[in-house]
């Protein structure tokens, strides 16, 4: 069993950044794949990001790349989503997902979640 929690969302002005953590229990965090997704209101959950146990392998969706980097501390059993340059669409709950494989960016593809953090960005 993993547990996340997630921290570090807020609300902040259009075009500042923001980096979001997520610490995971268990002694296996660097065998799991690890998944950045959001949830606006009223929308579907999206994928962000996700990143493999060693974190040789990052994926971004298309629309974030260059903006939002995933990052993740084995050591500290952390992973990490900095958000630059951020705009009010960006407003969103950010949920953080381990996968106990190498997981795509499908939400029922992730074994665990955490509770979220809310990130709003005013114009």
């Known amino acids: 069993q993993v547990q996340l929690v997630e921290s570090g969302g807020g609300l902040v002005q259009s075009g500042d950044s923001l980096r979001l953590s997520c610490a995971a229990s268990?002694?296996?965090?660097?065998?799991?794949?690890m998944g950045w997704f959001r949830q606006a209101p009223g929308k579907e959950r999206e994928f962000v990001a996700r990143?493999?146990?060693?974190?040789?392998?990052?994926y971004y969706t298309d629309s974030l790349k260059g903006r939002f980097t995933i990052s993740r501390d084995n050591a500290k059993n952390t992973v990490y989503l900095q958000m630059n340059s951020l705009k009010p669409e960006d407003t969103a709950v950010y949920y953080c997902?381990?996968?106990?494989?190498?997981?795509?960016?499908?939400?029922?593809?992730?074994?665990?979640w955490g509770q979220g953090t809310q990130v709003t960005v005013s114009s």
């Open positions: 997902a381990a996968g106990k494989t190498w997981v795509g960016p499908s939400a029922y593809e992730y074994d665990y």
């Open positions: 268990g002694r296996t965090f660097s065998t799991y794949t």
């Open positions: 990143i493999s146990g060693s974190g040789a392998r990052t």
